[in-house]
C-alpha cells in the first residue's frame, strides 16, 4: 500500500477514536440503564411507586417515574412529581450553617451558651460542631411525632431539661432535635426565619424552585399522596403542613422539606460546582468525623453520611423518610455520578438506591426483584382468598419473610391493624400464631393472640395463650402482664 494512503487511514482512524471510544461508552451506559429501568419498571407490580434520576458527568442518563403518584385518580408519578426528602433535609441545614461561617456571623467551635440563656450546665459548651455530627449527646426528640405543635419556647425548655445521652463529643447518637437546635440558631443569627433564610441563600442561587415548606408555587396536581406500607392511604404532608398553617419544632431543621428529582439534581450541581460553598466550606461539609452504627461502617459529617464503595471510592450520601415517604440521596464525586430516588410508598423493599449503585458500576451483579412488602402481600392475599387459606399465608410468610422479621412487632402490628382496619379477626389469629412460632418465649405474642381469640369468642384458645403469655412474664407488674391477669380473670369468671 502506498506510505501516503497508510498514513492518511491512521490518521483518519486517530481522528475517530475518541468517537468510537464515546460511542462505546454510551453504548454501555445505555445498556446499564436500560436493566436499571427494566428492574424498576418490574418492581412496579410489586409495590415500588416513585422516580429516579441518575447522572453521570453532569450528563442526566435516566431521569423517570414509576408507578402511581396516586392511586384513586391513577395519577403517574413523573420526575416532576412533589414529595417530601425527610432527613435529608439535615443537609440544607449544615450548609446554612457554613453559610453563615462563611459570612462570618458564627463559629463551629461556638457553645450553646452563646445562642441560649438559662442552659442547663451540662449543655452550655456543647458546640455547633458536635450538632451537626449527631455527637452531641442530645436525645433523637421530643413530643409525639412531626405534627405535634409544641411552642417554640417550651419546646427548648423541654429538650434542654432532657438528660444527656453521653458526653457532648464522645459518640455518634442520632438526633433529630439537635438539628431543630441548629435551625433556631439559624434564626437567631441570620434574623431570619429558617425556610425564608435557606431559601435566599441555598435555594434560590442553585435555582430551585420547588423546594421548600410553604414558600414554592407547586402545583398541586404534582403532589404526591403516601401510601402507608403501600396499603393505607395518608394524604399529602404538605396538605397537613398548610392546615395547620405551620412547621413544628419537632420537625423544623431535621425534615419534612419538599422537593423533585430536578430540584435535586440543581442542589448537588450547585455543590460541585462550588456556588453555594466555597471548596474548603464543601470539604468541611463532606469530611468524616465520627462513626455511624450501622452495618455499612459509615462515618457521618455536616448532614451527610460518609461511605467507601466496593471501588474503595467515597460515597457522600444521606435519605430520609417518614414511613409513608422516602428519598435516597447517592453522591459518588471521584466517578461524578448522582443517584436520586423517591418513593410516596416506602418499605425496605423499595429502597433500592444501593442496588441501582451496585447495577451500575458491576456488569455481573444482578439485583434481587422488588417484592411486596409484608403489609401489601397479607392485604393482597386476603383480596384473593378465604380465611381457610390462612395457613398458605403464613406458610408464605415464613418461606419469604422470616428474615426480615426480626422481632415480635412486625406480626404483632400486622395483626392488630387487620383488626383495627378491616375487622378480620381470624386472619389476624393466623397472623399472631406464626408469631408465637418465630418467638416462643415471647409473653406479649402469646396475650396478644389470647386477646385475639377473646374478640373471636374462642374462650378455651384465649384462655390457654394468656396461661401461655404468663409464663414468660418478664415481670408481674408489666403493661401486658396486668392485661393478661385481668383477662383471665374476666374469662374464667364468664359461663
Known amino acids: ?159 434542654f431539661a432532657t438528660k444527656l445521652l453521653h458526653a457532648p463529643g464522645s459518640k455518634y447518637t442520632y438526633s433529630n432535635a439537635g438539628y431543630s437546635i441548629l435551625a433556631r440558631i439559624i434564626e437567631l443569627t441570620s434574623g431570619q426565619e429558617y425556610e425564608h433564610f435557606l431559601n435566599k441563600q441555598l435555594f434560590k442561587p442553585a435555582g430551585m424552585t420547588q423546594t421548600g415548606y410553604f414558600m414554592p408555587q407547586w402545583d398541586q396536581n404534582l403532589i404526591a399522596t403516601g401510601y402507608a406500607r403501600n396499603v393505607i392511604k395518608v394524604g399529602t404532608m404538605i396538605a397537613r403542613y398548610n392546615a395547620s398553617k405551620k412547621i413544628t419544632w419537632t420537625l423544623k431543621g431535621n425534615g419534612g422539606i419538599h422537593s423533585t428529582t430536578g430540584d435535586m439534581f440543581k442542589w448537588y450541581q450547585a455543590l460541585k460546582s462550588n456556588k453555594i460553598l466555597s471548596a474548603a466550606l464543601f470539604e468541611k461539609l463532606t469530611t468524616p468525623y465520627i462513626l455511624e452504627y450501622d452495618n455499612r461502617k459509615s462515618r457521618y459529617a455536616y448532614g451527610w453520611a460518609i461511605y467507601n464503595s466496593s471501588r474503595n471510592t467515597k460515597i ?90 426480626k422481632n415480635s412487632g412486625v406480626l404483632n402490628d400486622l395483626g392488630y391493624r387487620l383488626i383495627e382496619m378491616r375487622k378480620e379477626v381470624a386472619w389476624a389469629i393466623s397472623l399472631f400464631k406464626l408469631n408465637t412460632t418465630l418467638f416462643p418465649k415471647n409473653g406479649n405474642v402469646w396475650d396478644s393472640l389470647g386477646e385475639a381469640y377473646a374478640k373471636n369468642d374462642q374462650k378455651k384458645e384465649a ?12 415481670r408481674k407488674d408489666c403493661d401486658w402482664c396486668k392485661g393478661s391477669v385481668k383477662a383471665l380473670r374476666t374469662l374464667r369468671n364468664t359461663k
Open 1 to 159: 500500500m502506498n506510505k501516503t494512503i497508510t498514513i492518511i487511514i491512521l490518521s483518519i482512524q486517530l481522528l475517530l477514536l475518541p468517537t468510537l471510544i464515546n460511542a462505546q461508552k454510551t453504548a454501555k451506559n445505555n445498556a446499564i440503564i436500560q436493566k436499571i429501568d427494566n428492574y424498576l419498571n418490574a418492581g412496579t407490580a410489586n409495590g415500588f411507586s416513585g422516580s429516579v434520576l441518575i447522572a453521570k458527568k453532569g450528563e442526566i442518563i435516566l431521569n423517570k417515574g414509576y408507578g402511581l403518584a396516586d392511586k384513586e385518580s391513577n395519577k403517574p408519578y413523573t420526575p416532576t412529581t412533589i414529595s417530601t426528602i425527610g432527613s435529608v433535609t439535615k443537609q440544607f441545614t449544615a450548609t446554612a450553617i457554613l453559610k453563615l461561617v462563611a459570612m462570618k456571623k458564627l463559629k463551629l467551635t461556638d457553645p450553646l451558651s452563646r445562642f441560649f440563656t438559662k442552659l442547663p450546665k451540662d449543655k452550655r459548651k456543647i458546640t455547633i460542631h458536635q450538632l451537626l455530627t449527631h455527637s452531641a449527646g442530645m436525645i433523637d426528640v421530643i413530643g409525639d411525632g412531626d405534627f405535634d405543635d409544641i411552642p417554640m419556647k417550651r419546646f427548648f425548655k423541654t429538650l
Open 316 to 405: 457522600i450520601s444521606h435519605n430520609g423518610g417518614n414511613a409513608i415517604f422516602f428519598h435516597d440521596f447517592l453522591w459518588l464525586p471521584k466517578e461524578d455520578v448522582v443517584i436520586l430516588l423517591f418513593t410516596n410508598a416506602s418499605s425496605r423493599e423499595v429502597e433500592v438506591a444501593w442496588p441501582i449503585e451496585k447495577m451500575f458500576f458491576e456488569k455481573a451483579y444482578t439485583a434481587a426483584p422488588i417484592k411486596k412488602n409484608l403489609f401489601q402481600l397479607v392485604f393482597d392475599f386476603m383480596k384473593n382468598n378465604e380465611v381457610q387459606a390462612a395457613s398458605k399465608l403464613t406458610a408464605l410468610i415464613k418461606e419469604n419473610y422470616s428474615a426480615s422479621i
Open 463 to 474: 384462655i390457654k395463650s394468656y396461661q401461655k403469655a404468663l409464663e414468660f412474664a418478664p
